[in-house]
């Protein structure tokens, strides 16, 4: 398996597999060089099998601090290769380089919650609600 950055040789794969997952048609100016930078494929055998995008953060942690925080989405697998552990390999390995480059917090962009549950992630939240006196 190699996980790698995407490449302009990998546009055109990518824009078809993000077309397919999320059914909305894109330009392929939309995936210019700077965007395609942000994301991740998952590769095996040279056949590409998954995809994701990360994003660079910050999170706001006080009235004066804030931190590094990583934003993962566009999480894609080719459908005829479903179901083998690729999604989690590609997740491990984004949530690993995060880490690497001195980032301890990161959100996941889900398509459905639930989904992402085997893999180790959950729903957080804060709601708080306020009356007027």
């Known amino acids: 398996m190699d996980y790698r950055p995407l490449t302009v040789d990998d546009r055109e794969r990518s824009l078809a597999l993000e077309q397919y997952a999320f059914q909305q048609g894109l330009a392929p100016a939309l995936l210019d060089a700077d965007r395609l930078a942000q994301f991740r494929g998952l590769f095996l055998d040279g056949q590409f099998v998954a995809q994701l995008e990360i994003f660079t953060l910050r999170v706001q942690l006080g009235p004066a601090a804030d931190a ?7 999480v894609a697998s080719i459908p005829e290769l479903r179901r083998r552990g690729h999604v989690e390999l590609l ?15 990161c959100m996941l962009y889900p398509f459905k919650s639930s989904f992402y ?3 180790g992630w959950a729903t957080c939240m804060e709601r708080r609600a306020y009356k007027g006196s």
Do not use: N, W
């Open 68 to 74: 590094p925080m990583g934003g993962i989405g566009a």
């Open 91 to 105: 997740l491990r390995h984004a949530v690993d380089e995060l880490r690497a480059s001195g980032v301890s917090l």
């Open 117 to 119: 549950g085997r893999y």
